[in-house]
Every structure is written in structure tokens, then in C-alpha cells.
């Protein structure tokens, strides 16, 4: 698969299109997962299985609905190019700094449980594992007024792994284009401005006066 970045463009569109929940629920009935699945909800009335298995698959699907852009942003508030552009940025609010960025990952990890309750009792919790690594390669990022404004070239490979109580539920990768602008609406803030401090020049010395 490949895409165009947008601002409102979540992980589970990334991987799965418009058919995310649909696509995690299939992940979630494969053989391996199934059997832990079947495994931790043993302990639910049967005729709710089959609706705790959807409810979980919605939940999945919610940890993927963080946007491409938020994740992004993480990585890049403590990228050291960028932030330090940002800074330079504060100090000369008119001018704006295009950043050419090494090729460089951005990774996280998350370990949510889903808590399955009836009639107020938590009868099972099902550990869940996201992985997402995003490979960043020639990207001209622009940046002024301490944020980052614009994306102007490049493009992102994207890997994801998803675990199931340790059994992988789902993979992908995909690769997205960024080699048009890509909107940022008001900026990704880098740095906060209030802990810049910009120094007055210093006073002329007057040759006169030393000696």
C-alpha cells in the first residue's frame, strides 16, 4: 500500500483503509490467536463471547486511531535538528528555516490491557502489543516561530506488529508519500517559547574609555 500523508490520517487507514475494524476482527479470529482468545474468555458466559470478541476488536481498533501526524510529532519534539531550528526560529520570528533531516526512526511501543466486564466484574483481561516503527527518509522540513510548518519531500516506511497476549495478531508495512506539502495546520510546536531566552546585544565598548 502506499498514501499520501494527511493530517487526519489515522494508523488503522495506514494499514487497513476505511475497513479497519473489519480487517483487526479477521486478525483476531486466526487460528493462533483464536485459541488465546478462546483461552481468556473462557470465563464469560458463552452467549456474550461472541460480543466481547467485537467489543475487543473495537478497542484494537482504537489503539489504532491515533493520527499519522500525532505519532510524528512525538519523534520530532526530541529530534535534536529540529528542535534546535525551532529555538534559532524564536530569536528571528520573520524568518523561516528550511531543515534537511537525516533519514532517522521514529518507534514506540504499547502494552493496554482490555478488561472484559459483566455486571460490574472483570472476568477476563486480554494484554494487547502494538509496535510502530516509522523509517523517515529526505525530508525538507520547514521551520518558524519555534514549530514545524511543513513537510516538503520525502516519504515514511511504516511497520506495525500487533500481539495478542504474545501471539502476533497482525503485521503490515506500507510506505507514505511526502513528497507533496503536507498541511500542518497552525505548526507542530517543538520548543516552548516562554523557555528561550533571547539576550540583548551587547553595549559598544568605547575605545577611549580603555586602556
Not at 125 to 143: C, N, P, R, W
Not at 189 to 198: I, T
Amino acid at each position: 500500500m502506499n498514501a499520501e500523508a494527511d493530517e487526519t490520517l489515522s494508523l488503522h487507514q495506514v494499514f487497513f483503509g476505511d475497513d479497519g475494524e473489519s480487517s483487526i476482527g479477521e486478525a483476531l479470529g486466526k487460528d493462533d490467536v483464536a485459541v488465546v482468545m478462546d483461552a481468556r474468555l473462557e470465563p464469560v458466559p458463552p452467549v456474550l463471547r461472541a460480543i466481547a470478541r467485537d467489543e475487543i476488536a473495537k478497542v484494537v481498533a482504537s489503539v489504532l486511531g491515533p493520527e499519522l501526524v500525532d505519532v510524528l510529532k512525538a519523534g520530532w519534539q526530541k529530534w535534536e535538528q529540529l528542535t534546535d531550528a525551532a529555538r534559532r526560529s524564536l530569536e528571528e520570528p520573520d524568518e523561516s528555516e528550511i531543515v534537511e533531516l537525516e533519514d532517522h526512526r521514529i518507534s514506540s511501543i504499547h502494552r493496554p490491557h482490555i478488561d472484559v466486564v459483566v455486571d460490574g466484574e472483570v472476568l477476563s483481561s486480554i494484554a494487547m502489543e502494538l509496535e510502530i516503527a516509522i523509517d523517515i527518509h529526505a525530508v525538507t522540513a520547514v521551520v518558524s516561530s519555534g514549530r514545524l510548518s511543513a513537510l516538503r519531500t520525502g516519504r515514511a516506511d511504516i511497520a506495525m506488529d500487533v500481539k495478542i497476549e504474545g501471539v502476533q495478531a497482525a503485521v503490515a508495512t506500507t510506505q507514505v508519500d511526502l513528497s507533496i506539502e503536507v498541511p500542518l495546520g497552525d505548526g507542530i510546536p517543538l520548543v516552548d517559547p516562554d523557555a528561550v531566552v533571547s539576550l540583548p546585544p551587547s553595549p559598544a565598548v568605547d575605545p577611549s574609555t580603555t586602556g
